[in-house]
C-alpha cells in the first residue's frame, strides 16, 4: 500500500488558468485550446509502487486509472464506453424501491442480486415522517433485503426514538465513510447525485439513476464513458476563517454549474493535503452542482490513517501519472479567498459573505451531507463560543448520522473548557439537535423537521439553493460554511465570520 501521494512534477494540460484573486473577480473567458506545460510544487515524498494499470506506455489520470482496473483493460481514454465492474452499490429509501422494481422487471421475480455484500442499503432521505408513502418505501428496502439476504442493510423499525434503533445510520454519503465502505481505487456507484462525496477517499464514485441501479443489482457491472478530467491545484495554508465549504463554493462560481459537465474533477495542491477526510468529503461533495461526473483526492496518509479501524476490505490507491493529460488545470492561491456565500437560486451565484450583510434572515440550518458532519458542528460551536451571544433567528441543527449525534453529545469543542457542542448550542439558544437524516436539505414530507413551509430566507450548509429545494417555492436559500451560518445566526443577517473568529 502507498503511503503518501506522490502528484507528478510536471504534466501536460489543453490550457491553464490561475484563480487566485477573490471571489468578486470575474468568471473565466473561454480557454484557448492550445497545449502548455506548468509546473506542479510537490513535496518530499516516499517512494511508491506503480499500480496496476499505471504503466508508462499509456499515461493516465486516477479517474481513467480506476475505470480501466475496473474495466479489466489496459487503458481508458476520455470518451471510450467501457463495462466497468462495481466495487460497491449503494441506494436509499427514495430511489431503492424502484431500483428493486426494475431488477425483478429485467432480471425475474426470483432473480438474486450479483453480490449481496457489495450492496449497501441506507434509509436516510424520508425517515421522520407521519406520510404513510415514504414510510412504505423503507418497508420495501426490509423486505427485499430480507429476501435477499442483504448484509448492510442499515434499518430503522421504531420512528420514535432513532437511538434504539443499532443498525440505524443516518445520511447515506457520510454513513458509506463512516462504516468503511469508501475505499481507495474502487468504484462506487449510487442512486444519489451526491454520491461524489466518496471520491475523497480516491475512488471513482458517482451517482446513477434507478434504471441503472437495477441493472447493476442483476449484473454487477455497468456501461460508463470515461470522463475526460479538470485538475484543481489548491495552494497556502487554509486561513482561520475559511472551510472546504468556501473553497467549493469558490470552484462553482468560477466555472459555473455546468463548467464540469461529465468531467472529472481532481484536486490536489498542499491545501488539500492539509484538509482532514470530512472536509475532503465537502470539497468532492458538490462537484455535482459543478456539472461533475466525479470528484478525486489522491489518497493519503490522512486517508489511511481514516480508514485503518474502519475496513479490513484489502485496496490498492492509484495516482495520475506524470504524463497524464487533463483538460483543463485550475490554480488557486487559498491565502486570497475570503469567506462565500452562494446566494439564491444557484449554486455558483457567488458572493462574498460581506458583500450580502444587509441580507435580512429569518433561519439557519446547519445539517447534510455537505454540512452536517462532526466536523461541521465543531465549527459551527467555535463561532457561537467566540461570541458569547445568542442566536437572533431560528437554528436548526440536524446531524447526517447517529455517530455525528453521539459526537456532538460527547466530544469536547477545543478551547471550551470541555464543554460539548449540545452545550454550547443550548447556551446559544439554537434548537436541540435533532434526529440524523437528510432532514429538510431537500423539502420532504411537510411535517420534516426544519422544513420550509414559509417563504423565508434561510442560510444553509447544504448543497442547493434552487427554488422550493428546501420546502417553499419561494423561499431564498443562501449556501455558506457552517462559520458564516452560525456567525448569520448569530445577527440575524449573513454575516462574515470574521466578526467572530478574528
Known amino acids: 500500500m502507498a503511503s503518501s501521494l506522490v502528484p507528478p512534477p510536471t504534466t501536460s494540460f489543453f490550457h491553464t488558468k490561475d484563480l487566485s484573486l477573490s ?41 481513467e486509472k480506476i475505470l480501466a482496473r475496473a474495466a479489466e483493460k489496459e487503458k481508458a481514454t476520455p470518451g471510450d464506453n467501457i463495462w466497468v465492474n462495481v466495487d460497491v452499490l449503494m441506494t436509499h429509501d427514495v430511489c431503492g ?41 423503507v418497508d420495501i428496502l426490509r423486505d427485499f433485503c430480507q429476501e435477499q439476504n442483504i448484509k448492510y442493510f442499515y434499518d430503522i423499525k421504531d420512528l420514535s426514538n432513532f437511538k434504539v434503533n443499532p443498525d440505524y445510520k443516518g445520511v447515506c454519503h457520510v454513513a458509506l465513510a463512516q462504516e468503511g465502505h469508501c475505499r481507495p481505487g474502487e468504484v462506487l456507484l449510487g442512486t444519489d447525485s451526491h454520491t461524489c462525496t466518496a471520491g475523497a477517499f480516491g475512488q471513482f464514485a458517482t451517482g446513477i439513476g434507478n434504471t441503472d441501479a437495477g441493472f447493476v443489482l442483476g449484473a454487477g457491472k455497468l456501461l460508463l464513458k470515461v470522463p475526460p478530467t479538470l485538475r484543481f491545484v489548491l495552494d497556502g495554508e487554509m486561513p482561520s476563517y475559511l472551510l472546504a465549504k468556501d473553497l467549493i463554493l469558490q470552484i462553482i462560481g468560477e466555472i459555473s454549474v455546468a463548467g464540469a459537465t461529465y468531467k ?31 470528484g478525486v483526492i489522491p489518497p493519503d496518509n490522512v486517508t489511511y490513517k481514516y480508514l485503518e479501524d474502519k475496513t479490513s476490505v484489502p485496496y490498492e490507491p492509484v495516482y495520475s501519472d506524470q504524463q497524464a493529460s487533463f483538460l483543463s488545470e485550475y490554480r488557486f492561491d487559498v491565502t486570497k479567498l ?7 437560486h444557484s449554486p455558483d451565484n457567488r458572493a462574498l459573505a460581506r458583500e450580502c450583510k444587509d441580507v435580512k434572515i429569518n433561519r439557519v440550518y446547519i445539517g447534510s451531507c455537505t454540512g452536517g458532519k462532526t466536523e461541521d458542528f465543531m465549527a459551527a460551536a467555535k463561532v457561537f463560543l467566540a461570541s458569547g451571544k445568542k442566536v437572533k433567528v431560528p437554528t436548526f441543527l440536524v446531524p447526517a448520522t447517529q455517530k455525528v449525534w453521539m459526537d456532538v453529545y460527547s466530544l469536547p469543542v477545543p478551547g471550551s473548557g470541555g464543554k460539548t457542542c449540545s452545550q454550547i448550542f443550548e447556551e446559544a439558544g439554537c434548537d436541540t439537535p ?54 448569520s445566526a448569530l445577527t440575524g443577517y449573513v454575516t462574515d465570520p470574521r466578526e467572530f473568529l478574528q
Open 23 to 63: 471571489a468578486s473577480s470575474q468568471r473565466c473567458q473561454k480557454h484557448a485550446s492550445r497545449r502548455v506545460s506548468c509546473s506542479i510544487a510537490a513535496p518530499q515524498q516516499t517512494q511508491r509502487q506503480p499500480s496496476t494499470t499505471g504503466s508508462v506506455k499509456t499515461a493516465m489520470t486516477m479517474t
Open 434 to 487: 435533532a434526529s440524523p437524516s437528510c432532514g429538510a436539505c431537500l423539502g420532504g414530507p411537510k411535517d420534516t423537521y426544519a422544513r420550509m413551509n414559509e417563504p423565508q430566507v434561510c442560510v444553509s450548509t447544504t448543497n442547493r439553493n434552487f427554488p422550493g429545494r428546501m420546502g417553499h417555492r419561494e423561499g431564498e436559500i443562501y449556501l455558506a460554511s457552517p462559520y458564516t451560518a452560525a456567525a
Open 97 to 137: 424501491p424502484g431500483s428493486i422494481g426494475i431488477f425483478k422487471k429485467e432480471f425475474g421475480e426470483d432473480a438474486k442480486v450479483w453480490d449481496r455484500e457489495k450492496l449497501v442499503i441506507i434509509p436516510d432521505h424520508y425517515i421522520f415522517t407521519s406520510d404513510e408513502r415514504a414510510n412504505r418505501n
Open 264 to 294: 472529472s474533477m481532481e484536486f490536489v495542491g498542499s491545501t488539500v493535503e492539509s484538509l482532514t477526510m470530512e472536509e475532503r468529503m465537502t470539497l468532492c461533495n458538490m462537484v455535482v452542482e459543478a456539472g461533475g461526473k466525479n
Open 338 to 344: 475570503e469567506p462565500l456565500v452562494a446566494k439564491p
